[in-house]
């Protein structure tokens, strides 16, 4: 059955989509597994840290009282390693040999460099500071936060040098939020396996691998990826299972017009349809609907066209489920190539860009912008929004383009 359509905007689109209320959810794991997670609350110090003076140099620890009169010498009473600590107080001109990291004598208050020293010959109880030292050497204990500061606020996205604060206070695991669970359904009869022979009229599921490795690189999660001949049963079986397990059912194929394409009667039936056509090419089929609080996004079975559909639509909205923003770099950019096309909807170019010296970018056409063009899908590296017209863009007109990710 065919569902009527009522296009909208991209820009429409993606705010339906957008305005959609995702179900967050938060689990904590190891600190070890944590790069790039998104805090879930707010870390706070449980201690100073440092949690003790310590030196931040090689050299010799003194007292305040003992700091005068160079060039002089001192006695060695101890050695302090990093690691170490040094039992008692020193006394009036006493010293201990101290390393970098390591704590200070609890009375101590300077550390004079090694390279400010001289041994004594004779004496290797002796040390001679031979100059007065301008700094005092020490890294005080809570020089860099106090008990009860936060340190990383919720909603940071860890990296590895958060990873270091939280490994520094001790922690070892850390609250974040979870990945978005995703199902994904490619349907088509004419599709082969990879590694089944070729036959004619029959195409190998390209999209069978480049949505669930667009996924991945967005934070989602990949659940299952079914491939499905067409056929109405099969596939209200296989949305049911998906929409039950995952936070986002993603299908591609079955979302023309055509007889067999059987998403649209799907998207029609269910708890609230978002759209159903977008006022773009390639992909103005694509389709979002809601069923059972679980968001479908229905791509184009071709190639150019989903790989289109991803990047505007499902990528943004995985990354909100982690308390994230999109990857892609919305700007405008100057296009540096002739495009003589007409469109009755904005069509969507896959393109490269240049960076120029001034900041601006110059953007290229690449290959291709047919929806079941996929040879220019590896050196894509933004797409490029041409607006609907009944004449040919100017050349070096400012055009809307995206960055996108891992490119």
């Not at 005092?136 to 270091?164: C, M, Q, R, W, Y």
């Not at 290959?367 to 490029?384: F, K, M, R, W």
Request: with cysteine; proline share 5%.
């Amino acid at each position: 059955m065919l569902t009527r359509r009522y296009p909208i905007s991209i820009d429409e689109a993606q705010a339906k989509i957008e305005n959609i209320t995702l179900h967050s959810e938060v689990e904590t794991i190891p600190v070890t597994e944590a790069n790039h997670r998104v805090l879930a609350a707010d870390i706070v110090a449980p201690y100073d840290y440092p949690h003790f003076d310590r030196s931040a140099v090689d050299g010799y620890a003194i007292r305040k009282a003992d700091d005068h009169d160079y060039p002089k010498v001192f006695k060695v009473v101890g050695d302090v390693p990093a690691g170490a600590t040094f039992d008692g107080n020193l006394g009036e001109d006493e010293t201990t040999r101290i390393m970098t990291g390591a704590a200070m004598p609890d009375n101590a208050d300077k550390v004079i460099m090694l390279e400010d020293t001289r041994t004594v010959d004779g004496h290797d109880d002796q040390v001679k500071v031979v100059v007065e030292s301008p700094k005092g050497n020490v890294t005080d204990a809570g020089s860099e936060f106090h008990a009860g500061d936060t340190i990383i606020a919720k909603d940071s996205e860890l990296n590895p040098g958060g990873l270091a604060i939280l490994t520094s206070v001790g922690m070892t695991t850390v609250a974040v939020y979870r990945r978005p669970k995703v199902g994904i359904i490619t349907t088509g009869t004419e599709l082969l396996a990879p590694g089944a022979p070729l036959q004619k009229g029959k195409i190998y599921n390209s999209n069978g691998i480049q949505i669930p490795n667009l996924v991945e690189e967005s934070g989602g999660v990949v659940t299952s990826n079914v491939q499905l001949v067409d056929d109405n049963d099969l596939l209200a079986d296989a949305l049911k299972k998906a929409i039950a397990e995952n936070d986002i059912v993603i299908t591609d194929g079955g979302v023309s017009v055509g007889d067999y394409d059987f998403i649209g009667d799907a998207a029609r039936d269910s708890d609230e349809l978002l759209f159903n056509k977008i006022k773009q090419r390639p992909g103005s089929v694509t389709t979002a609907f809601v069923q059972d609080n679980t968001l479908v996004m229905a791509l184009s079975g071709n190639p150019g066209a989903c790989f289109t559909g991803f990047y505007l639509y499902v990528e943004p909205t995985l990354l909100r489920f982690m308390h994230k923003t999109t990857r892609t770099q919305k700007i405008t950019a100057t296009l540096a190539a002739p495009y003589h096309k007409t469109n009755g909807f904005d069509r969507i170019l896959r393109g490269t860009f240049e960076k120029q010296a001034d900041g601006s970018y110059n953007v290229y056409p690449n290959g291709s912008d047919y929806s079941g063009a996929l040879a220019n899908l590896q050196t894509t590296t933004c797409l490029i929004k041409i607006l609907h017209s009944t004449k040919p863009i100017d050349l070096n007109a400012e055009v809307t383009t995206w960055l996108l990710p891992f490119k």
